[in-house]
């Protein structure tokens, strides 16, 4: 038997439980693992709370990042062997599979040997925000020395993994967070320029960071209001990547910076990369070998045991954290 977070009813952390189950055997084209850790996501906190791209099928699993060793393969399987470490990058549908719990079941072609040079919990932590940003960023916008990035939520996992990325290929990372409490740890992650957006005019201080031009890129999880300010802050053929909707406020269409500086406003989920094995690949490359130079590095916020899951998700909606929530087993 193994021990696995499931809920019955969509609804805040409360409804999340541990139940005992037996974990089949890998189906062809499975791995099955022995779990040491668990990267906590908005995502799933999403999807428990019914506001997700999908429905939870009830009574649901939940979790897409996990890291530990493989303990049996399934037919077909190749390039791993039992006892590899491995971590695990989101590439399904939660209402196929779930990684929060002792032993489980993944895609084979979604699970990735990891670097040594990180533990489990790093290992844990690294795919989803990594590849999350590596994909709007990278891939689609080629992100270059020559840009200047616009990051909300900048504390986040995901915020914190693009403001590495955009060092990492010499870009400008600024940070946007709502008060100064984060600015100086901001900083010492990477961030070139912190701009409080409760305290400061945004449009204004993107102005004179960039010496008028704005920003080429802007990487939103949040929407809402705000959206037009980040379209006024936009270089002209400025793209604004839109991968989440935190804000529960409707997010108008900023139409006259739209026209006036010819912008592009994209909708963007991390399966536009995880569901191409090609750009998947190449996705991988690019983290194993940021993560392999210590370009990249995860930033673990607080980790919890697996039985303080509900402990663990509130802290998430808490919006304290600077970094990654990792669960240990």
């Given at each position: 038997m193994s021990r696995h977070v499931r809920f019955d009813k969509i609804g805040p952390p409360d409804v999340l439980?541990?139940?005992d189950l037996d974990v089949p055997a890998p189906?062809?084209?499975?791995?099955?693992?022995?779990?040491?850790?668990?990267?906590?996501?908005?995502a799933e906190a999403m999807f428990r709370s019914g506001q997700y791209l999908e429905e939870p099928k009830l009574p649901a699993g939940l979790g897409y990042e996990a890291a530990g060793e493989i303990e049996s393969i399934g037919e077909g399987v190749t390039g791993f062997a039992i006892g590899d470490a491995v971590s695990v990058i989101p590439a399904f549908?939660?209402?196929?599979?779930?990684?929060?719990?002792?032993?489980?079941?993944?895609?084979?072609?979604a699970v990735i040997k990891h670097p040594p040079n990180l533990s489990f919990v790093e290992a844990a932590a690294a795919w989803m925000m990594?590849?999350?940003?590596?994909?709007?960023?990278?891939?689609?916008?080629r992100l270059s020395a020559a840009d200047a990035v616009l990051i909300p939520a900048a504390s986040s996992s995901v915020g914190i993994a693009a403001i590495q990325i955009a060092n990492m290929v010499g870009a400008t990372p600024i940070a946007l967070t709502r008060t100064s409490a984060k600015r100086a740890r901001l900083q010492e992650l990477g961030a070139a320029h912190v701009i409080a957006t409760e305290e400061q005019d945004l449009v204004a201080e993107v102005g004179r960071i960039t010496n008028g031009q704005g920003a080429r890129v802007t990487f939103d999880p949040v929407g809402g209001p705000t959206l037009a300010k980040l379209a006024a802050a936009s270089a002209r053929h400025g793209i604004i990547f839109q991968y989440g909707a935190l804000s529960?406020?409707?997010?108008?269409?900023?139409?006259?910076d739209l026209l006036r500086n010819l912008l592009t406003i994209r909708g963007y989920v991390l399966m536009e990369i995880t569901g191409d094995p090609a750009r998947l690949q190449r996705a991988k490359s690019f983290v194993v070998d940021g993560l392999a130079k210590?370009?990249?590095?995860?930033?673990?916020?607080?980790?919890f045991p697996l039985d303080q899951i509900v402990e663990a998700h509130r802290f998430l909606e808490s919006n304290q954290q600077i970094g990654k929530i990792v669960v240990t087993v």
């Open positions: 439980h541990l139940v189906a062809a084209g499975e791995v099955r693992i022995r779990v040491k850790a668990i990267g906590v996501n908005r549908s939660l209402n196929q599979y779930g990684l929060y719990g002792e032993l489980v079941l993944a895609p084979a072609f990594y590849v999350t940003a590596y994909g709007a960023l990278i891939d689609i916008a529960p406020e409707p997010t108008p269409l900023p139409l006259f210590g370009a990249l590095r995860p930033v673990i916020a607080k980790t």
